[in-house]
């Protein structure tokens, strides 16, 4: 019999095997056998109905659903929407369709191992894909797709930070000699012709060392954010979330003029027709070709701030067109020249 008395109390329990599993708890208020099977009844409606939370008969949570929720969420409130549209396109197709309560701290810290290992990634990349799966896992939490975020126990990788990097004169001459390099091949026509594969970098780099902009900035500038007459390129959308001013060097006003190409942007990739979204392949083949080692196409924001500081500029005002929080953070660029601290205590013996 499923339901039975225990010992000398008079309390009546059931016990019963449903889908495999047991259950077995007493019967609250049951005083005789009849009321007793009346209530493992009551009991067994409602676990079949998954009211009592022992089975759930409802649909489990899954990734896609926290990922389209963390998308809306990112498309109206970030600024790295197509980044974030990259981590959870890897997570799908690290761990599947998962079910959202499957993921946990152990798997994470797998993932966080074998995303390292299978696409060498960087420890800073890594970080950003853990940053964005709390982020989405909190959005998942706050909708109550989940009790809470596994990522809690998940500590982040040690990120190795980079030396800040100057490019040299001499370093730059070689890289635009790479650069304008043409190379002989034999067309369709069987006759030879003249190719520059990397030629689509030179404005690129030119906008770089003559506006200390990032390259997502540079990749994203539109026409629509230059002022001509008064040579002023505002940038609207930046890092800090606040628009700067940037004037226009007599350099790169030659740069924007040859750049004219009736479309949206500035810089277009004559390939695709689109802004460049990626020029790691050919940027790093041509440091490589030019002897250029350790450097970063952010270096070139460096090289920028440092010759303008060097060459005089009053440290606000490159704290200005850097678009810099706070004028300590453009400080580092007046310790990275040794020469320039050689050239300063020499003056002592003077």
């Known amino acids: 019999m499923s339901v039975f008395k225990k010992g000398d109390n008079n309390k009546w329990y059931y016990r019963f095997q449903l889908n495999g599993k047991e259950y077995f708890r007493a019967c609250k208020g049951a005083v005789d056998q009849k009321t007793a099977l009346q209530y493992e009844a009551i009991v067994k409606a409602e676990i079949m109905k998954g009211n009592l939370g022992i089975i759930d008969n409802k649909p489990k949570p899954t990734l896609k659903e926290a990922i389209k929720l963390y998308l809306e969420y990112s498309k109206n409130n970030k600024r790295t929407y197509l980044c974030d549209l990259h981590s959870t396109n890897t997570f799908l197709e690290y761990f599947g369709n998962i079910d959202l309560q499957d993921i946990t701290p152990a798997k994470i810290e797998d993932f966080k191992r074998d995303v390292k290992k299978d696409r060498d990634n960087k420890n800073a990349t890594i970080n950003r894909h853990l940053q964005a799966l709390s982020k989405m896992l909190n959005i998942a939490v706050a909708n109550e797709l989940i009790n809470k975020n596994p990522m809690w126990s998940v500590k982040k990788l040690k990120e190795d930070n980079h030396k800040t990097r100057v490019l040299t004169q001499e370093e730059e001459k070689r890289l635009f000699e790479e650069i304008e390099r043409g190379y002989e091949v034999i067309g369709r026509e069987r006759k030879p012709?003249?190719?520059?594969?990397?030629?689509?970098?030179?404005?690129?780099?030119?906008?770089?060392?003559?506006?200390?902009?990032?390259?997502?900035?540079?990749f994203k500038l539109k026409w629509s954010n230059i002022d001509f007459e008064y040579e002023i390129i505002e940038l609207l959308e930046t890092k800090s979330g606040k628009s700067r001013k940037i004037p226009i060097s007599s350099k790169m006003m030659k740069v924007l003029e040859e750049a004219k190409n009736g479309t949206e942007y500035v810089f277009i990739n004559k390939d695709t027709g689109l802004p460049y979204n990626d020029i790691k392949k050919s940027f790093h083949?041509?440091?490589?070709?030019?002897?250029?080692?350790?450097?970063?196409?952010?270096?070139?924001?460096?090289?920028?701030?440092?010759?303008?500081?060097?060459?005089?500029?009053?440290?606000?005002?490159?704290?200005?067109i850097l678009g810099h929080s706070s004028v300590k953070v453009t400080e580092r660029y007046t310790h990275t020249n040794a020469k320039s601290k050689k050239s300063a205590i020499e003056l002592l013996c003077s």
Not at 197 to 217: D, F, G, N, V
Not at 294 to 320: N, P, S, W, Y
């Open 193 to 218: 012709k003249t190719i520059y594969p990397y030629i689509h970098l030179k404005p690129l780099i030119e906008c770089a060392l003559q506006t200390a902009m990032r390259r997502s900035e540079i």
């Open 285 to 320: 083949t041509v440091l490589k070709k030019a002897e250029i080692k350790d450097f970063r196409f952010h270096d070139f924001r460096h090289t920028a701030a440092t010759r303008m500081l060097e060459k005089g500029a009053d440290i606000r005002t490159v704290q200005e």
